[in-house]
């Protein structure tokens, strides 16, 4: 079983910061990709910001320069910080991560996502 759990979004004002987290646990061999994704009411779901395992990112051209991903390898951990927040930045955030495991079985698997919401 592999588990992906995101932490650390709420409520800020525009133009404020967040920090959120996502970690990989259960049955985790190795990470390779990992990023963010995001949906809004009404919306599809969109990439926010990808990091490969050698530390390669793409993102989203309504966040280039605000936010920035990065990762813990060893703690199986992506970071999404978010700068100057807009109102349309609100959305659920969700994480999403390929996963080897022990038995070298390998997936993506999602978080249930966390809110973020940019109002003032």
């Known amino acids: 079983q592999v588990q992906v759990a995101e932490s650390g979004g709420g409520l800020v004002q525009p133009g404020g910061s967040l920090r959120l987290s996502c970690a990989a646990s259960?049955?985790?061999?190795?990470?390779?990709?990992m990023g963010w994704y995001r949906q809004a009411p009404g919306k599809q779901r969109e990439l926010v910001a990808w990091?490969?395992?050698?530390?390669?990112?793409n993102y989203a051209e309504s966040v280039e320069g605000r936010f920035t991903i990065s990762r813990d390898n060893a703690k199986n951990t992506v970071y999404l910080q978010m700068n100057s927040l807009k109102f349309e930045d609100t959305a659920v955030y969700l994480c999403?991560?390929?996963?080897?495991?022990?038995?070298?079985?390998?997936?993506?698997?999602w978080g249930q996502g966390t809110q973020v919401t940019v109002s003032s």
């Open positions: 999403n991560a390929h996963v080897r495991t022990t038995f070298r079985l390998e997936g993506w698997y």
């Open positions: 259960g049955d985790v061999f190795s990470i390779g990709a």
């Open positions: 990091e490969t395992r050698d530390g390669s990112t």
